[in-house]
Each structure stands twice: as structure tokens, then as C-alpha cells.
């Protein structure tokens, strides 16, 4: 680790602020999410601390050089009030002088700490917790201190998780194909993973000593997510006609394989159990290893979000480590009881700066090693203490490492390396020509082009959060749109008006305009992860809601001027207005059929060809409403189709296959000149490499 150095900051109440990191800490070790201009309006306040601000100064000092209206200042005082718990009747912090200004009238106090350097760079990491050193001590009191607990504080450790740095790396798969989600067989002699080398990806194995690689299943569908059980056996998912569903295999391949669970995912083994978990959407079951005895955890928290579970289960089978998202669209690693129970959280955003993924026990059950995509191409390996919640990096330089697998003797740890692409590719409809509309090493998110089709903005996790970008429909002049820190700003739309977005951020929705880059707050108590799949039409939106607690489902259509709601009679997701805004299509989760509904709310259908529902994905109106354009999986195989039918449910017809389309990641809207384009990942450079370390000490 690089040398620590002395910074400054400012104490006051609880808080304690780091003006060079831009990093504002509580008395409970975890940073202060505030706003880009919320940071700005509080340092600019303690600098000016005893007098008053007059508004124009402010406006002037927190967003030069651009023209903004008092409301913008309004909401941001407001904003960080919510966020440092102050009273508008009984400031602490930030009094308003009526008609005039802002005065901060807080103590506040200069003080001197060290910070830990950024281990991958040397350099300050923005979202390091600062160490309390004794000249923090001795000026805020103890209610005050910012108490963070070493390693040096923890208990002895051996095998991978602690001498990772010490550790020989190798590259396993050295040889052609995608190679990814490798699992250690409990004698830690082989490794199953998941590679496409022989065509679709299906579960291949090979020996640590050396060898040829031999592929063990060879399902007409895709297979993946391999987990070793306490007796040798793999399970597996295999996709098909119905989803995926869970598989057992021996481990030389040789009987055939063992159906265990329908319509699931996930599958994760305990080392020293009869016992795994798996997942049916966001929902996270245990069973015995081939099936029986299932029964869902209770206690795990209700999310909507874009963030898989992964459920990882300790070695003894008592507990489970999960993901979920509550805090907008990002990850954190929990952990619950397998018996059920109360879930806890161990990450936060702020560890790691980014999502948590793909979680793996250490074989003593003390650690879970995770993934941080932190943006940009940069994921590394995390561990986390389950006790002491400490959390520190394993993997530093250049990133891609995540989907880890530690060894039961705890000496070994494989892990997927990846330097993957995301791509926009733009279909011709008529000629089915494929094209590179753009590319980037950071993720393209639910790209959606503006009401005359010119620009396309989508959301993506850089080393700052999750940002707005827009580019031109030609995939050119690409801007980012937002740029606080750490920022979580997601779910963009556009408005009606073409020269604004909607967006989700801190539990709301707001609107951006593009012209001057002001923000505005539209509806509060919008939370993310129950009201998502926004669309605008004139004054109106429409969203799907989700009650978070019972996971009821909802879909209304409201004003921005009105706050009353209008019901639709089913909930129906990824709707969308018609040109003329007379209806709406979407998906019915329940049944899978795709729904055209009266905007009015008076009446739904079901679209019929032939007679039969139409079962599809990302459904989108045509620009003139007279056809609806959708997506379906092929019956035999895990291709996705374009297709196009009429507003009546005929003429039926594919139009094009799109390769690397994502049921949950993908999404497709037109270009200016009418092409489909869709956003997806290409993982082609996918490795495993392997960590050994010699002995326990």
C-alpha cells in the first residue's frame, strides 16, 4: 500500500467533509450521498461560513458561466438539508435568510487526517474511508469520530483471500473460444466452466494438473452457470422452449444428465451440505442437491431491479450471500439466513465505487470474495469480512476480473477475466444489413431515441456512478449528459418536447433540459425499483408500479400537472404511447402476452393473429401507429427475431435475426432513417485464469 498523506477536512456535528476527495462522511463511517451541486453549495457555504450568501453569489459560484433559475438553487439547498438532516424551523447547518440568501451556521472545524491511497494507482481514492487519526481526536468529540476498523484489528488469516498479492496467477484457457463462470470441485483438482468452443456454449471441464479441456454436456440449448456438488456431481442451467431450468451431470459427462428444477436459475452448491440455492426471478429458493425439499427463503427484500441475485451459499449451508438493489439500479452484496429471516447488508455503493456481482464464500465461511464493475472496463475482486462488514480490493490494475470460485482447501481461487464490448447495432428491416452503429467498453444501458429520432440517450456505470450520455442516431457526437459524483442517474426517456430527458435519480424523477443542463425535480417519491418502464406523451407518463412490499403489480398513466393516477385494467411493462397517444402497448408479465390498451384506461386487448395471443418483448409502435414492431425468441435454439405485425394482430412477419440480443439487457428502438438498432454485449474475449498460493500458514 502507498503511503498515506495528510489532507484536509472540515468537522462539524456529525459530519465530516473532505473537500480534495469530494467526499462528505456520518458519524457511521459511510458517505453522505449528496448531489454534484449539493457538494459545491455546502464546501462554498463553509468557506463562507458567518456570513450571508446572497443567491445571486451562489448561483454565480455553483454553476458559472450558465443561466439558471432560483428554483435549481431552491431544490439544492433543499436537497442537502434532507441530506444532513436539518431543520427549516431549527437549522443546524444551513439558515435562510428570507429574500436574500443562505448562511451556514454550523461549527465548523479545519482538521487533519489521513487517507489510504488508491492501491491500483498510488493515487487518493474518492471513495476510500478515511482513517481517524489523533488529531481528529483530540478537536470533535467522540460522538463525532469517524471510526473506521483496520485489518490490523482482524483476526489471523490464511489461504487465498489473504495473500492474494502473494499468489501465482495463470491463465487456465488458454486456447480459442469464450470462457467463463468457473466452479472448483470440492478436491480442488478440476475446473468446470462454461465455453463456447465447440459452438453453443455448453459445461466443459479440465484437470489443474494440465491436459486436454473435455466438454460434459452437449444440450441442444445453451448450458451454463456450473456449481460442483459435496459428491462430485455438476449442476448446471440449460436454456430452453420454457426458460431455463436447473440440470445434473456426473462429472465425466458420461450418464446422461438429471432434470432437477423447472423454470430456475443461479444454482449454487454448499462445499460441506446436501443442499443449493437457485432462483426464479428475484426470488431465492433451497432445495436438497437433486431437488427435493425446496422451499423459498423468507426475508429476502422485494427489488425490480436489473441486478440478478447470485445467490451464493456458505460452506455449512446456514447462510446465503445475495445481491440486491435498492439504492437506484446498483447491486450491493446482502446476506441472509438460509432458514430465513432478517437480510443485512454488507456493501454499500461507496465499496468499491460501483455493482456488486457474482459473490463466492472462502472455505472458513469468514469471507465473500465479490466482483466491483466500477465502470469503464475497470471490475476487480473485493473481499468482505461477514462479521466486520471491512471490505478490501484483491484485484488491482487494469480490471475485468469478476464470476471468482475459491477452492475448498481455501489455496486456490479461479476467476473470469474479460474485456468485453458493448455495441449498438442498427438492422436494416428491408435488406436485414447489419452494422456497427457505436461501441464502447463501458455498458450501454436501455438506449431510447428522442420523439424525431436524431439522438438516442442511455445511461452506463463509469468510475463517477451511473451517467446519461446522449449521441446522434448516426451513432455520432456522443456527450455525457450528467456528471455529479457519485452519481446515479438511470432510467432515462425522453420528453415529448424532444429538447429534455426524464430521469430517475436520489428517489425521484427529474428532467433535464439539454439547452442550458439545468435539472428539475418533477415528482417526488419516485423510487426506481417500483416505478420503472417511463414513457412520455405531452403532459402525460406512463409507468409500471410495483408495490415493494407485497410485489403487487400496477401500470398508470399521470399527468405531470396532476398528481391523481389513472389504472390501467392489467399492469403491463415496457410500455410505450402510440404516435397519436390513443394507446398503449406493452408486456403482460403474468401471461406473456403482448397488450394494446385504451390510454383512457377504459379497455385492454390481447394482440391476435390467427387467433392466438401474441407471445413477444420490447414491443414499439412504428412511426406512423399503423404496425407494431417486437421481439421473440426462436423455439428451437436462443436466437431472438425482429418481428412486425399490424395494429389488427395481421400480417404477422419476421423481418431479421439479432444476434447477441439479452431477454433482461437488450433493448431496440429506430434510427432516424428507420433502421432497428439494439443494444447487447460481446464477451468473446472472455478467460479464466487461476491464483494459487502454496500452503496455509
Not at 473537500?19 to 453549495?41: C, M, N, S, T
Not at 456522443?478 to 436520489?506: K, M, V
Not at 417511463?534 to 408500479?545: E, I, P, Q, S, Y
Request: proline fraction near 6%.
Amino acid at each position: 500500500m502507498a503511503d498515506t498523506e495528510t489532507k484536509t477536512a472540515y468537522a462539524f456535528g456529525p459530519y465530516l467533509l473532505l473537500p480534495e476527495i469530494r467526499r462528505l462522511g456520518g458519524a457511521d463511517g459511510q458517505a453522505v450521498a449528496l448531489r454534484g451541486k449539493g457538494f459545491e453549495l455546502l464546501w462554498y457555504l463553509i468557506r463562507n461560513s458567518g456570513r450571508l450568501v446572497e443567491k445571486n453569489e451562489l448561483m454565480e459560484a455553483i454553476w458559472p458561466g450558465t443561466v439558471v433559475e432560483e428554483n435549481n438553487l431552491s431544490q439544492t439547498v433543499s436537497a442537502l438539508r434532507h441530506a444532513l438532516g436539518d431543520d427549516t424551523k431549527n437549522p443546524q447547518y444551513i439558515a435562510t435568510i428570507k429574500g436574500r440568501g443562505y448562511q451556514f451556521v454550523g461549527d465548523a472545524r479545519r482538521v487533519d487526517t489521513l487517507a489510504d491511497a488508491d492501491p491500483a494507482t498510488g493515487s487518493r481514492n474518492p471513495l476510500a474511508v478515511p482513517a481517524v487519526v489523533i488529531a481528529v481526536a483530540l478537536v470533535v468529540s467522540a460522538a463525532v469520530v469517524w471510526l473506521v476498523r483496520s485489518s490490523d484489528q482482524m483476526v489471523p488469516e490464511t489461504g487465498i483471500t489473504a495473500r492474494f498479492a502473494d499468489a501465482r496467477v495463470e491463465l487456465f484457457t488458454n486456447y480459442a473460444g469464450s470462457h467463463s463462470e468457473p466452479a472448483l470441485s470440492p478436491g480442488g483438482q478440476m475446473i468446470a466452466y462454461t465455453s463456447d468452443a465447440g459452438g453453443a456454449p455448453q459445461i466443459w471441464i479440465r484437470t489443474l494438473t494440465g491436459g486436454e479441456p473435455a466438454r460434459i454436456t452437449s444440450d441442444p440449448y445453451s448450458a451454463g452457470s456450473p456449481t460442483w456438488s459435496a459428491d462430485d456431481r455438476l449442476l448446471y442451467t440449460r436454456s430452453g422452449p420454457n426458460g431455463l431450468s436447473v440440470f445434473s451431470v456426473d462429472m465425466l459427462g458420461i450418464s446422461e444428465p438429471r432434470f432437477v428444477v423447472q423454470s430456475a436459475k443461479e444454482p449454487h452448491h454448499a462445499t460441506n451440505a446436501d443442499a443449493f440455492v437457485y432462483t426464479t426471478g428475484l426470488r431465492i429458493w433451497l432445495a436438497r442437491n437433486d431437488g427435493r425439499d425446496r422451499r423459498e427463503i423468507s426475508g429476502v427484500p422485494v427489488s425490480q431491479g436489473f441486478a440478478d441475485r447470485e445467490p451464493a451459499l456458505s460452506p455449512d449451508a446456514t447462510r446465503v450471500a445475495f445481491i440486491h438493489a435498492d439504492e437506484g439500479p446498483i447491486g450491493n452484496l446482502w446476506l441472509i439466513p438460509s432458514a430465513g429471516g432478517d437480510a443485512r447488508q454488507l456493501t454499500t455503493p461507496a465499496t468499491g465505487g460501483g455493482i456488486a456481482s457474482s459473490p463466492a464464500w472462502s472455505a472458513d465461511g469468514r469471507f465473500i470474495v465479490y466482483s466491483v464493475n466500477a465502470g469503464a472496463n475497470r471490475s476487480q475482486l473485493w473481499r468482505v469480512d461477514v462479521d466486520s462488514g471491512v471490505a478490501k480490493p484483491l484485484t488491482v490494475g487494469a480490471g475485468g476480473a469478476y464470476q471468482p470460485a475459491l477452492s475448498s482447501d481455501g489455496l486456490r481461487m479461479a476467476y473470469t477475466a474479460a474485456q468485453p464490448r458493448w455495441l449498438l447495432t442498427r438492422i436494416d428491416p428491408v435488406t436485414q444489413e447489419a452494422e456497427t452503429l457505436f461501441e464502447s467498453r463501458t455498458s450501454i444501458i436501455l438506449p431510447v431515441t428522442s420523439p424525431d429520432r436524431r439522438r438516442i440517450v442511455f445511461f452506463t456505470q463509469i468510475a463517477t456512478g451511473m451517467q446519461l450520455f446522449t449521441l446522434d442516431s448516426d451513432g455520432g457526437n456522443l456527450q455525457q449528459r450528467t456528471f455529479d459524483d457519485p452519481g446515479e442517474n438511470a432510467l432515462p426517456t425522453w420528453d415529448s418536447d424532444g429538447d429534455s430527458i426524464l430521469y430517475y435519480r436520489s428517489r425521484a424523477l427529474y428532467r433535464l433540459n439539454l439547452t442550458d443542463g439545468s435539472d428539475a425535480q418533477v415528482f417526488a417519491d419516485f423510487h426506481w425499483s417500483s416505478r420503472n418502464w417511463l414513457d412520455a406523451f405531452g403532459n402525460r407518463v406512463t409507468f409500471h408500479k410495483v408495490d415493494r412490499t407485497t410485489g403487487e403489480r400496477h401500470t398508470v398513466i399521470r399527468s405531470f400537472s396532476e398528481s391523481d393516477e389513472i389504472e390501467l385494467p392489467f399492469p403491463i411493462e415496457a410500455t410505450q404511447w402510440s404516435p397519436d397517444g390513443e394507446e398503449l402497448v406493452g408486456l403482460n408479465r403474468s401471461t406473456g402476452d403482448l397488450m394494446v390498451c385504451r390510454s383512457d384506461a377504459s379497455a385492454c386487448r390481447s394482440i391476435k393473429p390467427d387467433g392466438a395471443p401474441l407471445r413477444g418483448w420490447r414491443a414499439m409502435w412504428s412511426r406512423d401507429g399503423t404496425q407494431i414492431y417486437y421481439v421473440r425468441r426462436t423455439p428451437d435454439s436462443d436466437l431472438w427475431t425482429l418481428w412486425r405485425v399490424e395494429r389488427d394482430g395481421t400480417d404477422n412477419n419476421e423481418l431479421a435475426e439479432l444476434p447477441g440480443f439479452e431477454a433482461d439487457n437488450s433493448h431496440m428502438d429506430f434510427t432516424e432513417d428507420g433502421a432497428v438498432f439494439y443494444n447487447h454485449r460481446d464477451d468473446r474475449a472472455n478467460e479464466i485464469w487461476l491464483a494459487t498460493v502454496d500452503e496455509r500458514l
